[in-house]
């Protein structure tokens, strides 16, 4: 990794990783694409209310903080015993092993999971069911699955996101600037470490510049690198072929596994 620029796109833990990537002979670059996470508070309970009376067919929960958030939000609006019987009377699809523990503490077996903690392996467990007319409830962290909702779409499910965070997007100046530096090659990898900062990048990119540009500099000159499968995957789904991950999902195994991967270029 030697004289190797690496971007951060992280908010948090970015002195560990700054010290590795200096330890391993590069130079780390900060440039945070998580923007602001806020809790909706009142505004989730209200959506709780009336999901509830929705009575929903399917709930599919893709995080298990979040499947923890929307249980205090229930309690805090004195709704959580309808809340979990909605969730019991309902099928469960979940993505992730924590998720999984999470609704295992209310009673509730998941009818569908991800056999690789992927949004792709859960679609593979939903492909045997029908969801046509089915009211699908699906709980996500912060933005939005395209692939997840292009697979119930096309299945002609009623399709409702239940987000409990809000995302307040990055600075445009600072994706300005990490736009510039990919597509002129003044950096060597950017290191993603949640599918949040992915999409901010991405959604950026798509509105104001030159995305297929863009996804050529990653696909055959910088390197994308991912924490773990969730945010590797947000990059394959918009479009980079070439992502860097650790076996182990944690933020030090990312950047030795891209140190590695230098060595083997070089």
């Known amino acids: 990794m030697r004289g190797k620029r690496i ?21 780390a670059i900060v440039r945070p694409a998580q923007g602001i996470l806020f809790s909706k508070e009142g505004e989730l309970e209200d959506e709780i209310r009336a999901v509830i009376a929705m009575r929903p067919d399917w709930f599919i929960f893709t995080t298990g903080i979040g499947v923890e958030t929307l249980l205090e939000a229930a309690e805090r609006g004195k709704v959580k015993e309808e809340w979990v019987k909605t969730i019991q ?32 392996g859960l679609i ?12 699908v409830i699906v709980q996500l962290h912060g933005t939005t699955s395209p692939t997840l909702k292009e697979f119930l779409e096309e299945n002609h499910a009623i399709y409702t996101e239940l987000l409990p965070y809000r995302h307040v997007a990055p600075d445009p100046e600072v994706l300005e600037k990490l736009y510039e530096e990919v597509i002129h090659r003044k950096v060597d ?16 990119v798509k509105e104001q510049k030159d995305i297929e540009w863009f996804r050529q500099s990653f696909n055959e000159h ?44 070089s």
């Open 7 to 27: 971007v951060l796109c992280a908010s948090r833990k970015l002195e560990e990783m700054t010290t590795l990537i200096e330890k391993q002979g590069g130079i």
């Open 89 to 120: 009377h309902a099928n469960v699809a979940v993505r992730g092993y924590k998720t999984a523990a999470a609704l295992k503490k209310i009673g509730v077996a998941p009818v569908a999971s991800s056999d690789d903690g992927t949004t792709k």
């Open 124 to 135: 593979r467990s939903l492909n045997e069911y029908s969801f046509a007319g089915k009211k």
């Open 189 to 204: 990898a950017v290191c993603f470490t949640t599918e949040v900062q992915v999409r901010f990048l991405f959604s950026f």
């Open 222 to 265: 910088v390197i994308a690198c991912a924490v773990g499968k969730v945010t590797a995957e947000a990059l394959y789904e918009e479009g980079i072929v070439r992502v860097v991950a650790p076996e182990l999902e944690r933020m030090g195994a990312m950047i030795v596994t891209l140190s590695r991967y230098f060595e083997r270029q």
